[in-house]
């Protein structure tokens, strides 16, 4: 009857994240340095988290379930002792049986132990799957670092990094990978380049992350984005650069921008809060209105509410207070109650709302349930008016190439006009930043992204794949 | 060498917070209401929670430390039936050993079971202690509640009312309390109000909450703010007030406006927002400057930050993002890396403040500590200017009545001259609130506000208390 | 449907262990000592575990629900420093929320902090706490040891060793007592000796504990029983003794002969295990049978056995063989296979039984339930004949000195004859010692123990309690 | 400076229990027969313990270090649904980190999804795996069972009866084997029968144990044991046997019948106790003395201390208690104390052996270090003589086959003569059971049984082993 966790529910939820670390001399506080470098980049997986250390010859590794507080205890931080370490937090479906599903996976083979990171989706994973078990590999968990790792110990190449390199070029799909071994760390990001991946320095060392929040996180200096289809091999002989595949097509996940990445990450150079106070500005130019009050739902529609406040002129202020202490073990009110559970989250500030024509922003709307209760408690707060503007196009279709977007028949978008979504979710007028002006705002060609959740085409051919079964191996 | 904990380490600190609730009749899911009631006043104390309930015949309670989530499972709020209960946060020094020190405390007495929660600092808390244990009593904490539940039941009224009316009489300082007997609700703020406590109504049952913003929470409406020297007994016959002692002058703890209270909360009929708001106006009045972009230090700048963006017709804008995951379990880098620590909750956005005058404002400050190195981070991030704004005079008072300053001596305003504490924490600018200023943001004569930590006038005699133990008795 | 624990719940439950250390100088390990004495008395109570330290001025306790090992880990363990201790493990109805009712319980007095743990039942304590309450004392508990705290803290007496002499003289019913102040130990046993205590040495120190097994665990060397109405007061002078009331007739508990104590410790002059050895003797010669083999119920049939074996010269062996692991967390079958549920801990071994004529040896009867279980697997074990022999008379009487006997009515000797008791539990002869056989093995006056669980002559008026309500206060 | 737990640390260690059931129909309260059978062998691996049920269809498994129930919460026990179930207990090397390694390990291949659990030790598990890693498998664990896996997935064979068939052949040392798949149980033992298997039946289901008192535990019929290289393929069609190499040698595990193998389990057709009880008898005739007294050292001594009273007419006692609290968590002494640390667990009954000349009876002695403890302490309760009878010959090899002895040279029978032993230990005389009389008593002929650690010839090749790396493969 009570549920015990509350969280973001009616966002869309994102893979994973990759940190990494190499020197040549041992790192003093390697294990801290990988913790605060996957702290940057909890947004990014909640579920479970892992760290895997190399002082040139042996591997230690430890993983569990939760947010990387919760797993790494102070003591089990100081274990690590090396000069190379690989880090992953994880979303997935819940349950303390899918441990074995944690990252960085660690195997040994014949090249001796490797550690592997995968942050996204491959879409040939069960191919490769089936084809590996007919040739007498066995799997001992559901996630695609397994399959990688199978086809890096069969790939019949006495090189590693040949064999790393073959390997990769087998797969499809999207995929920001890093790969450790006894003495190498390698990044690798898949030729469309779906996923973020950057290179970074602190002291002597080479710093791989997801997001360059990260990087500065631990005080390292950004270098440069990892390139579609590039891999990057870092060693005693310092990093190499290796493009393992035929140049492809650019297809960055949009969404990192709308809603995944931190915003003060900086993604193949688009810095994204800049961008998301691009989407506010060219909101209001799409989508004007009259009003006394611009508020975000915070905080992910903070930026582009800001953003729209300054080209609207229309002042900015806070109408909804989150509660800052909700997280991953809270009770959710009975179900009769669900339409007010919003308020532990959200409390509206009457004396800010009353009497107020509103203008709202959010980054999307995935259900439209959460709108709707928004929208109920600031009318009940007192406000004039409510105007949603959303600072992305309608997301209505699925997602092959890592975010959990559950079913599309449960998108409000993919169902109902946005005439008819306004009236379901009940606010005075709705709108939508338009594909056009979402493009309008990266400062590079729109063709450089996959924006498949919004008009449905994709990089790569997707037609033999289950909408069912789509982000989640299992 | 490392610690284990992160905390807002270099703010100020309040004890408790309160949250009862009366029916006569049962109520559903009454552990729930609290539960939820709780988490809003979560920010109020962090370090233990309690809840007793009593189905008119029979208390029973659970106590643990740390969050309200990690202290009630979902099978242990479930277990709670009745149509009484109290419900107590706190924040006190840590460590499992006390948890004989969480609240609410429930004890037995001739007059039946009686559970107290407090919320403030009594300032003859030693003197009665002392006259109590001559007469024979026994002490099993060191927390105030057990000290008022021995005068309580010593007081030789038969009336429990009386009894608990002529105990509070004795007590000097500051004190909201929540009472609960098997039967019974009791509400009191003391003379001089103090800490806040307000009274709601939900469907048929009265709740009483140390902020509005528990009301909110749990959707019950609000009926009014309890007076100063007030007590409300709510039982079978409904809500009685009753003035235990001659008037005294008001002294709300303006603290609750500058930092300590939720922003969406309402105490005494003032908006906490909206004061923060004018304090923010007031600041860009007081000291203006040329600048580029408005920043907020998240999240208890940010009110003031829109206020003084409105003003001054500078931009609000976005300079920090908060890692939203950083919580009580974090650990914090060696000593020496001590200065960078503040990225692990706070980055900067170079590409929003690069070669930007900016404006940078904070609700107070304590040590400075903080404030230099955002200052540095900053402008390492490219800023030309920091001017530094406080929403608040300047500290350089202890607290007798519930704030934990642990020492004036650590005040950096008791100790430097404005522009020496701008030297130290190296800024452009520096402008207080004045005392002026504050005053007038209030819209009620600026008399009825405790303002001790920043002008040392106190509105009780505290000549006799050793500042060194001002604010936790033990 | 699946009960979380099996105990061994068809057995009398025994209420606490007490073991303090007093030394002038700073006792290295002085947690661990008291770990181990405790350890060593871990069978008198498995639901709490308490331990108190003063280093002279200043007392610090920590106390847990669970074993002793479950509740100590080393490092707790650790922060113990000083040269006084009191340590307690409790037998009590379960439930977490009753922690506060884990001893010792530390309170502060007008004398200073006071550490009190006890072993019994006091057949006055409503009493006392109903005049205490009504003179104004609270209770935050449900343990006889605060209301001595608070007679003691009420006695209006000077000197401290007067005031706690005066408090106990007060007290009916069964107690042996340690009381801990900042430089002092004192152990205390009630008029009529219902529990043991003893004294021993150890280096410098000197060593309270319930049973003597304690002072052979920690190495200490035993010194002498405390004497019923004895007072021991241990300090900076040494060891004094004080008789606090006029004598009384000795009532020591017979159970702790037959069933609670440890084999290995010796009780007033008596060893445990050699009574035991003469019970079974004595039942041999009182209830002799033809027959090839005589087996224990695993362990405390073990001793009678072993004696039963020697007078009948029929072989001894084993016939059962219990689960070593089994413990406090185990998962019992569900109510249907309830009956089977007896396996998971015994086994018979069938080729030690099958074809035989079968002697089985056990403590005493309670239920009937277990017995009645045991007897049928030995025969289905192929065991021609069962001769069930039980060292003690029949038990069908209330206690109200400590024994949890939770009703008489669930008591099988109360409601059946001998005759009958066979027929249920299903063996060919059934034998009880005898009262007078049992007073005969004790080699003192058998009117030195407290029998009334066998015959209902009580050393005390029981007449005013409610014998539903007996040896637990709550 | 202080170790955390104090196990039968001077006792040799076997590695694993095996339980595995069959139905064609749905076996209600299959988790709880599995966990119960799993209880009964928890003597056999307190490290890890783990379950996977199929339900014709799917597997599932639960894995987790510790005894089984602080590893299966009952909720988790009644997760389980299905008509097939494997369980497992391991002993290992302690370390959360290993949780990897836990039982049964269950793998996706081309066949299906297959657990596998398995108790022994293989000899040739470095070369297999070598030669796999060469092929392009990869290991998540460094158990032996991930090797069969492998051999199984890369069989070559179309049948999976076959692809085991010819995986196990391939293997060398000591296995018996459960393997699981979606719709079969099957059960092998190695061709020398090093370890024990069992086959019996529950109602209409099958059940494999490796002791048959996991069958009696759970009310399952003895049917036989499963012979040396055999494998038993329990499906819809019943029960099938199938040899899978030429006969060899049989070498069952003597070390099963002097310490391993629980007393109530019958092997190979030989009960355990009653081959005990023939050790003390033999011992008797081959060590006779002159004495008072027969004492075992519990639990392990006891049935040839019964045996070796009978024979010789000498008194069978208890002189030591056993603290039956003793578990994993235990604290143990400083370094310093630890002479006397063996007291923790085990005391001498001062009044039974004070005078006494003694004959004490244990299984083995590995380091002797225990021993002598043991000695010093009766002699210290007043032991005139103690007679040392061990009812095993001396230990003084090392194991490849699943017995953890560390090293030879910690072996005192290794390097020590009796006499130099009985010196050292500290007792009037010493007797090891000869290797003639161990082989009388065992019934069969003694050729049947590996008797490695006592003579060093070993049923297989093993001069290529280094022995400092000899049970465990990490």
């Given amino acids: 009857m009570w549920i015990k966790t509350l969280r973001e529910d009616d966002k869309l939820k994102e893979a ?12 003093e506080d390697i294990g801290h340095i990988i913790y605060h470098g996957l702290y940057a980049l909890q947004h990014r997986g909640q579920e ?6 190399s002082d040139g010859n042996r591997v230690n590794s430890y993983k569990g379930m939760g947010l990387v507080p919760e797993v790494f205890a102070p003591e089990v931080i ?6 190379i370490g690989l880090g992953h937090v994880r979303y997935s479906t819940t349950g303390s049986s899918l441990l074995a599903n944690a990252q960085p996976l660690v ?3 014949a090249a001796g132990t490797v550690a592997i990171a995968h942050n996204g989706n491959l879409v040939n994973a069960d191919l490769l799957r089936a084809e590996l078990e007919e040739q007498g590999s066995i799997f001992q968990t559901s996630i695609d670092s397994e399959v990688i790792a199978n086809l890096i110990a069969r790939s019949g190449e006495k090189d590693f990094v040949q064999a790393v390199a073959k390997s990769v070029a087998r797969l499809r799909g999207s995929f920001a990978l890093g790969i450790m071994t006894e003495n190498k760390l390698i990044g690798i990001r898949d030729p469309h380049g779906f996923r973020p991946l950057c290179l970074g320095k602190l002291d002597g060392a080479y710093v791989l992350a997801s997001e360059s929040c990260a990087l500065d996180t631990v005080d390292a200096e950004f270098i440069r984005d990892i390139e579609p289809g590039e891999m990057v091999i870092i060693d005693e002989n ?4 290796y493009f393992y595949t035929e140049p492809q097509p650019k297809a960055l996940c949009i969404f990192e921008f709308i809603y995944f990445a931190r915003p003060d990450s900086v993604i193949d150079g688009m810095s994204v809060q800049l961008v998301r106070n691009a989407y506010g500005k060219r909101l209001a130019l799409e989508h004007p ?4 009050l611009v508020i975000p739902v915070p905080d992910s529609g903070t930026s582009a509410a800001i953003g729209y406040a300054e080209q609207s002129k229309i002042p900015f202020g806070e109408g909804l207070v989150k509660n800052r202490y909700v997280g991953r073990t809270f009770i959710q009110p009975t179900q009769k109650k669900r339409e007010t559970s919003v308020k532990i989250k959200l ?3 009457r004396k800010t709302l009353a009497g107020k024509r509103v203008v709202l922003v959010d980054d999307s709307i995935v259900r439209g349930t959460t709108s709707k209760r928004i929208i109920q408690m600031i009318r009940d707060a007192g406000a004039k008016e409510v105007h949603l503007r959303i600072s992305s196009p309608i997301v209505n279709n699925p997602c092959y190439f890592g975010i959990d977007i559950s079913s599309p028949e449960e998108l409000i978008g993919a169902t109902h006009s946005v005439e008819e979504i306004r009236r379901e979710i009940g606010c005075d007028s709705l709108g939508y930043l338009s594909m056009e ?19 449905g085409c994709y990089p790569l051919d997707v037609s033999h794949l289950d909408h069912k079964k789509k982000s989640i191996f299992e």
């Fill in 289 to 292: 209105v009259e009003a006394d």
């Fill in 437 to 455: 002006g979402m493009g309008l705002c990266m400062g590079v060609p729109p063709e450089q992204f996959c924006k498949g959740c919004f008009d």
């Fill in 78 to 83: 100081e274990l690590f002792i090396g000069r």
């Fill in 48 to 53: 479970s988290a892992g760290i895997a250390v």
């Fill in 107 to 109: 195997v040994k083979t």
């Fill in 347 to 349: 409390n509206p500030i």
């Fill in 16 to 27: 994973c994240g990759i940190f990494g670390i190499y020197s040549n001399q041992e790192i």
């Fill in 238 to 241: 310092g990093v190499r650069s």
